[in-house]
């Protein structure tokens, strides 16, 4: 029988993402004596009954066609067209449901807290085509003109808001986590804020603004320098 003091926050955030719905009895047990892993599958529950709503939300005409011919114009194999076309249509559908007026966040501090969330991103392999982040990258409204790293891991996440694109580089400073979140609220570079062994800051671009996390400050500096030599974004 295993030790259920083996059992971590973070075994039970990469079952709880594997299959919301479904709990071992280890996890259950987690849940019990762990406030923060009770706030975060509240939060995985919302998402997923946000999820089955999407589905009933009315899609403009014509959005799926207009998504997928600005596919075929990139070039993009038919998988992957119908897959981020899908990607694109719940997208809508999701920030349809979560707009509302909010008070300003703290910007940095709210991109180490998705980080810290979402564990399985610093190790897990998904979405990791250049092509792609190329793709998602031109419509939020930058340009890439060199290689920034090698892309890992892409997302669509909930964030303040509605949706927007957690990444995660490997770069020349080390490894290095951008969100791209739409909104027009940062304009201008927020502070470095520093948490939990992390390091962020939100820059103004494109459809809103993206935020950088890394390691230290010292790769903070690094890696923003580098995206805004490497980067052009559209405003």
Not at 74 to 85: E, Y
Request: proline share 7%; net charge positive; aromatic share 8%.
């Amino acid at each position: 029988m295993s030790d259920p003091t083996s059992y971590t926050c973070l075994d039970f955030r990469r079952e709880k993402l594997a299959d919301p719905r479904r709990l071992s009895p280890a996890a259950h047990s987690h849940l019990q004596d762990c406030p923060v892993c009770r706030a975060f599958a509240r939060r995985i529950d919302a998402g997923e009954a946000q999820v089955e709503q999407v589905l009933a939300v009315t899609v403009p005409e014509g959005l799926s066609d207009r998504v997928l011919l600005r596919v075929h114009q990139h070039r993009l194999r038919p998988w992957r067209a119908m897959a981020l076309a899908a990607t694109v249509l719940l997208s809508f559908g999701i920030g349809f449901l979560q707009w509302q007026p909010r008070a300003t966040p703290d910007y940095a501090r709210f991109a180490i807290e998705h980080v810290l969330h979402e564990p399985q991103a610093l190790a897990g392999h998904r979405l990791a085509d250049p092509s792609q982040f190329r793709f998602v990258l031109a419509n939020f409204g930058g340009r890439m003109h060199r290689s920034v790293g090698k892309v890992r891991y892409m997302k669509l996440c909930p964030v303040p808001g509605g949706t927007g694109w957690h990444i995660v580089l490997d770069t020349e400073y080390g490894p290095a986590t951008l969100l791209l979140i739409p909104g027009k609220d940062v304009s201008r570079p927020t502070g470095t804020v520093e948490m939990k062994g992390y390091a962020a800051r939100a820059l103004p671009g494109g459809q809103g603004y993206y935020a950088i996390i890394t390691e230290s400050p010292q790769a903070l500096d690094a890696v923003s320098h580098m995206l805004a030599e490497r980067i052009s974004w559209q405003t």
